[in-house]
């Protein structure tokens, strides 16, 4: 199966920092990518996406960034919120299927 | 609610029954798509549905497991003779167009734990 690893499994931020969230993907013909949030108990949710032909795309607190040179990706979130405290996946899509990373659990402080 | 449903929410189960969940995806979604999730894991997908064909089922974990959607609109995912490994979260998800338009909605998922 595809391959897609996160650098961190654990992060914690204090409340009303930046968050950053690394991933490395290992198919280099995957052409589109989600950052996915986790809440206790919930299914995924989507937060942002990015496609190949892209390096950076802004949401609402959240960027994303896609280094295609080195497969990785990451997901930074502005002024973090005590409700952003969840575990956060990207997932790659290739094969007409997505394959996700293990994940990155995110803390938020108050 | 018109999100994507799973039932049951939890089931738990003796080693050698066999199981079944529920998929109701969000009406109007042609595109239904099976997920399992350890602990600690990302989902790793299963199998998909484009109306009532299932259109990749290699990775299904093995031959006991199965799904349907007779009609197109609700699937069924079952689980023959369970054993503890298949102690998992089972997601749904559906979509209306690909699964690379972000357009990918996940219910919150049956949990089966086998004793």
């Known amino acids: 199966g595809e391959s897609v690893g996160l650098h961190l499994p654990t992060l914690s931020v204090q409340e009303g920092d930046n968050s950053i969230i690394n991933c490395a993907y290992s198919?280099?013909?995957?052409?589109?990518f989600i950052w996915y949030k986790q809440e206790s108990g919930k299914g995924p949710q989507f937060i942002i996406d990015?496609?190949?032909?892209?390096d950076k795309r802004q949401g609402q607190r959240v960027t994303v960034l896609l280094n295609k040179t080195v497969k990785h990706l990451s997901l930074q979130i502005a002024a973090t919120q005590p409700g952003d405290s969840a575990v956060y996946f990207c997932?790659?899509?290739?094969?007409?299927?997505?394959?996700f990373g293990t994940g990155t659990s995110l803390t938020v402080i108050p | 609610d018109t999100g994507v449903s799973q039932d049951p929410r939890h089931k738990i189960t003796k080693r050698g029954q066999n199981v079944t969940f529920r998929c109701d995806p969000i009406s109007e979604h042609n595109r239904l798509y099976w997920y399992r999730q350890t602990l600690g894991q990302g989902p790793e997908f299963l199998t998909y549905f484009q109306n009532e064909a299932q259109l990749e089922k290699s990775r299904l974990l093995s031959d006991r497991f199965s799904a349907e959607r007779p009609k197109g609109s609700f699937s069924t995912l079952e689980i023959q003779r369970t054993e503890q490994g298949d102690s998992a979260m089972y997601l749904c998800?559906?979509?209306?167009?690909?699964?690379?338009?972000?357009?990918?909605?996940f219910g919150e998922g049956s949990r089966l734990t086998v004793l």
């Open positions: 998800a559906s979509s209306l167009r690909g699964a690379d338009t972000g357009e990918l909605f």
């Open positions: 997932a790659e899509y290739t094969g007409n299927q997505f394959y």
């Open positions: 990015i496609r190949s032909n892209m």
């Open positions: 198919n280099s013909a995957s052409d589109y």
